[in-house]
């Protein structure tokens, strides 16, 4: 069985970006998230955040192959996000495309791609920083930051619920399909229904390791006081500088993605 | 029995869902440094009663408490869990969601400092329990990748950080195999043995309760029906029985040739069946 772990998105390794301060890597991917609201009409211009984020993958040796395992799996969405765009910006700028009702032009494909990549950016970003964060640094970092201790623990514990919830779907599932529960029988309408005896004890699972959770993070009196951390990060001269690094990045990128002459 | 660590008087208890007590007027008094083994079928009342002994009932668990339960001088009804910090640690049944971190040191320190203890007292402790338990050779493993035994003595590692006086194990062993086990109960009985610890336990391992244990209660319906030592509460196998629980192989044995007319003593543990027995 598997354990609700508190280690959930984190990967042990030792790469540049793990060895960054924890407060650093959050303000980064903050950046990250700035820029790309600043960026969203333009795909173009968020092209560098993206390209940033691709390389905080690769510095946190989790490789790009993994944001391109996230894109694959989002083509969907970014369908369904150039046909939204693409219908809403269809009268202006250049047209590309015309595929019976619709027009895709450069405006509308450049809407589209920033619409894509505001979502995508910040996934990325964060993906490489709880990646290449110790929830116990973390935990330090949100702390450090302001957050009462209880709730720097809570959305520790509320992240790494994703794997957790990942792993009890798969565990279900394979549980209902040995019993003979078939996914993909029928109409839309009975498939979806199929899905019933997974979510009731997927949920029955989540529920009942949550519980046993907060007995044991009770009885070992998390929230009791101001927390004592035997492992400090420390701030360095590095930190300073991927900050710094960061802020010129992204404030320029935001800076060009708001500014209506460019 | 020397003086009482823990002091349950006439306790009712029961859970928010509950429509009747779960625990049904019990009284107990264990004394400091003894060791209790509370038995009984599933559902009888075992974990609930160390759940109000650790305060978790109804503080954390929602539910209500009636009478009086006193930990190592302090009232529980008044101070809840808080209370008992450095009083009471309790292990659960299920290692897997009790080690919860991404390494060892973590997992051992994650108590104290939660309690905010200085930096140096917090190393000192872990430290301590390193050595005390001989942990030394997991402390750079990942806790994920121990074995259900190596996690149930993290565990209880992890709680005697906090250095309490009165240690809980709920079932500690019913989700291990045979190895895992014996490594669970070798170091409940190092503990016993080399700290002084006044323990409560809930097993279902009979063999190793009469072997380990200075006082036996058996539950059954929320109440204890049976306490006594070990021999006193045995060698009465047909009460044991009928209260649902299995006596010990040799009382059992010694019991049917009692039946079937020899006159033999009832002997609990394994050595005074090869006496009783002539072997």
Known sequence: MEALSLGGLYVERKTPFHELDPRAKIAWALLVLAASVATQFDGLKALPVFASTLAALSLSGLGAGLALLLIVNASAFLAAVTLVWAGAYSSQGVLLLALGPLRLTDVGLKVAFGKFFLIMNPVLAFAALFASTRPYHLMWALEKLGAPPKVALTFTLALNLLPSTVKAVREVTEAQVARGLALDRGSVVQRLRNYVPIIVPMIAKLLSDVWDLSMVLASRYAGYARRTYVFEPRWSARDTVFTVLSLLLYGGVAAWGLAPWW | ?279
């Open chain 2, 1 to 279: 029995m020397g003086p009482s660590s823990v002091v349950v008087k006439d306790l009712y208890a029961r859970y928010a869902v509950s429509e009747s007590w779960v625990l049904k007027g019990v009284n107990l008094a264990v004394g400091r440094g003894s060791m209790l083994v509370l038995m009984g079928p599933s559902g009888c009342g075992k974990s609930t009663l160390l759940y109000a002994i650790a305060g978790l009932l109804p503080w954390v668990v929602p539910g209500e408490v009636k009478g009086e339960i006193v930990v190592e001088g302090v009232d529980v009804a008044r101070s809840g869990y808080r209370g008992l910090a450095g009083v009471v640690g309790i292990v659960y049944q299920n290692p897997e969601m009790q080690v919860v971190t991404r390494s060892v040191y973590e997992e051992l320190a994650m108590a104290p400092e939660n309690l905010g203890l200085p930096k140096e007292e917090v190393m000192r402790r872990v430290e301590w329990v390193v050595e005390a338990l001989d942990l030394e050779r997991y402390l750079n493993r990942d806790p994920q990748s121990l074995s259900g035994g190596e996690k149930q003595l993290i565990a209880i590692a992890s709680v005697l950080t906090m250095r309490p006086r009165v240690l809980l194990l709920d079932e500690p062993t019913s989700m291990l195999d045979h190895k895992g086990a014996r490594l669970v109960l070798e170091t409940v009985e190092q503990l016993k043995r080399e700290h002084g610890l006044t323990i409560i336990a809930a097993e279902h391992r009979v063999e190793w309760a009469v072997e380990v244990a200075d006082r036996v209660a058996v539950m059954s319906d929320g109440a204890i029906v049976m306490e006594g030592s070990p021999e006193e509460v045995f060698s009465r196998v047909e009460d044991v029985e009928r209260y649902g629980v299995r006596p010990p192989g040799a009382a059992e044995v010694a019991y049917e040739l009692r039946r079937r007319g020899f006159e033999v003593r009832v002997p609990v543990r394994l050595r005074e069946a090869f006496e009783v027995f002539g072997l």
